[in-house]
């Protein structure tokens, strides 16, 4: 990730009747935005095919985070404005407590890369806190196990799309992720899940939704550690 930019607080799109319009979900075509070769084709078939449901999902999760966490939260849609030659790889809206950005604080994403979507919770290389956070989840790590499902990912590095089942960590493998969060400038830690590009649930707009919904609802206590 690179760059972000506030997308505007206006109302979700509606209909002729007032009522919201369904989100549309995410068809291959999305994804395959992500093989276009060169800068500005990707970026002009991502700003035409994805940036608008990035901004939509970012209309409409942003108010249940603000819920749930207590404090009022603002999406911010990738712009990868800084980028000159090298196509982005993937691409987000991530949701922060914050209305000039969201790096520098513990935040949520929904993006896609070009094999899946992902909804997760991270705390990036650029937050402050982060010993911090750090050192109180190793404190609470048995209640973390028992608060993150266990076909929840993990991950140490938002560059890279790969990421780990918590059911298939190595005993203290988590721990390993939180003390480098400690102890390294660098260290990233990111957890959620990720659904591949052809599960039916992506075409279903609406349900993909609510699953993200469910998603951000699970990752909460992770946020409330991470800001306390």
């Known amino acids: 990730m690179t760059t972000s930019a506030t997308a505007p607080q206006t109302a979700p799109a509606a209909q002729a ?5 369904p989100f549309p979900g995410f068809s291959q075509s999305d994804f395959d ?21 990035l901004e939509e999902l970012g209309r409409r999760i942003a108010p249940l985070l603000s ?5 009022e939260f603002y999406p911010h849609v ?19 407590a914050n209305k000039r950005g969201y790096k520098a604080h513990p935040h949520f994403q929904i993006g896609l890369w070009g094999t899946h ?6 705390v ?11 050192a109180d989840a190793l404190k609470q790590l048995d209640s973390i196990h028992s608060a993150i499902p266990d076909f929840y990912v ?14 298939a ?8 992720l939180f003390e480098r969060l400690q102890n390294v400038k660098a260290a990233e830690i990111l957890c959620g899940i990720h659904i591949d590009r052809h599960d039916p649930l992506l075409t279903d707009g609406e349900a993909f939704v609510a699953r993200a919904e469910q998603v951000v609802e699970t990752l909460m206590p992770l946020y409330r550690l991470a800001v306390q």
């Open 33 to 53: 935005v992500f093989e276009i070769q060169g800068l500005e084709p990707r970026m002009e078939a991502l700003i035409g095919r994805i940036r608008p449901k």
């Open 78 to 96: 990738a712009k990868h404005a800084r980028r000159t030659v090298n196509p982005p790889s993937d691409t987000w809206v991530a949701f922060a």
């Open 117 to 122: 979507v992902f909804i997760q919770f991270a």
């Open 154 to 167: 993990w991950s140490g590095d938002h560059t890279v799309p790969g990421a780990v089942a918590g059911s």
């Open 17 to 21: 009747d007032g009522r919201i319009a």
């Open 124 to 134: 990036i290389y650029e937050a402050a806190g982060k010993a911090a956070f750090a």
């Open 169 to 176: 960590l190595a005993p203290g493998e988590l721990a390993s």
């Open 67 to 71: 819920v749930l966490a207590g404090t």
